[in-house]
């Protein structure tokens, strides 16, 4: 049967007053950094985003698709910070004659190479620098050629940035995105839809399990081809068997550097709760998949979201979320 018969027209009406208010729009971004040192920053266009993070980093990837769809266009994004208690600083390239810096909360430390430059002079001159002028509760470490940022307190958080000839490598966190995504509804609850940087499967479980018991939504994909097919073993399946009514999920081949989650989010945010479905919406910023009917019935059997190509157009398909509901109608539930 071809893709296009299974397009009906159908019209919803529920007896519940929408609610009208603006954190229904504004998606948050939950990820691994050192950017800043509070817990949630809110930024209200991709520029100020792309300020603070490089284009390397999920965040500016997934904000990028956020802010990148085309219609209703959605106000702000907050940007939330699991914690981090370290960071390794290594000079690339050593180059004499040249201006190194680093920031550390809102200190600035700058050196300059001479010229018969040494990564471990440098270091040296920025652990020279700091120690003139330390920040409160960080430890800088000049470990001979490369060099450690850490907090005093493991928890509390700091920011570190550098020039472009640094470079900064964030040590792996200890806490685990549902601790992240709890301390960030403590300080900012301002928000509707998360979107994580992870797409491990332990990951997704955990914090659907968090939002099922929250008036939120969580958008997770995944690139892992067994979801496509009748296999009960993956996360789609797990979501699935779960009526995780407060998640959807979409199966993308490019999944973890796509991020069609977020571009689904940013197309549809905006609009008013109720009144817009998510089925059909087409998105920027993501690769098509190229499904064959079986794969699309298994998708479907399993609840899980797919973009794919209808009559000629990328769109994604079904709009529900992982207990078979439609995704625009947990806005008013």
């Given amino acids: 049967m071809a893709e296009i018969d299974q397009i ?41 985003i792309a300020t603070d993070f490089d284009s390397g980093d999920k965040v500016y990837q997934i904000a990028q698709r956020l802010f990148g769809q085309q219609g209703a266009r959605i106000p702000s994004v907050v940007v939330g910070r699991r914690q981090v208690d ?14 190194y810096f680093v920031t550390i909360n809102d200190k600035k430390y700058t050196v300059t190479s001479d010229a018969t430059a040494l990564a471990t002079e440098i270091t040296a001159l920025l652990k020279a620098q700091f120690d003139l002028d330390p920040v409160v509760g960080i430890n800088f470490t000049d470990a001979l050629g490369t060099f450690t940022v850490s907090t005093a307190t ?10 472009s000839n640094i470079t900064i490598v964030d040590d792996a966190s200890t806490e685990t995105y549902v601790d992240a ?10 928000w509707y839809a998360l979107v994580c940087e992870s797409h491990v499967e332990d990951d997704v ?14 958008g997770t994909s995944t690139a892992n081809p067994v979801v496509a097919t009748t296999a009960t073993t993956d996360i789609a399946s797990f979501l699935d068997d779960g009526n995780y009514g407060r998640t959807f999920c979409i199966y993308l081949p490019t999944a973890d550097t796509e991020y069609p989650e977020a571009a689904w989010i940013g197309s549809q945010l905006a609009y008013t709760p109720g009144n817009n479905t998510w089925n059909f919406k087409r998105g920027a910023l993501v690769t098509k998949s190229n499904l064959n ?18 009559a000629g157009v990328d769109v994604f398909q079904d709009g529900v979320m992982a207990d078979g509901l439609f995704v625009d109608l947990k806005k008013v539930a």
Wanted: charged share 20%; aromatic share 6%; proline share 4%.
């Fill in 205 to 218: 479980k955990a914090l659907a399990a968090a939002i099922q018991a929250r008036r939120k939504i969580y």
């Fill in 293 to 310: 009917d079986t794969q699309r019935v298994n998708l479907r059997n399993k609840n899980c979201n797919m973009y794919t190509t209808v």
């Fill in 8 to 48: 009906v027209q159908i019209q919803i009406t529920r007896e519940t007053t929408p609610v009208s208010t603006a954190s229904f729009q504004i998606p948050l971004i939950l990820a691994t950094h050192t950017k800043f040192a509070e817990r949630t920053r809110t930024y209200t266009d991709f520029d100020a």
């Fill in 154 to 163: 493991p928890g509390v958080g700091f920011a570190v940035g550098s020039s």
């Fill in 86 to 99: 370290g960071v390794t600083g290594s000079i690339n390239p050593v180059t004499n004659s040249t201006e």
């Fill in 181 to 190: 995504l709890d301390a960030v509804i403590n300080e900012n609850d301002t």
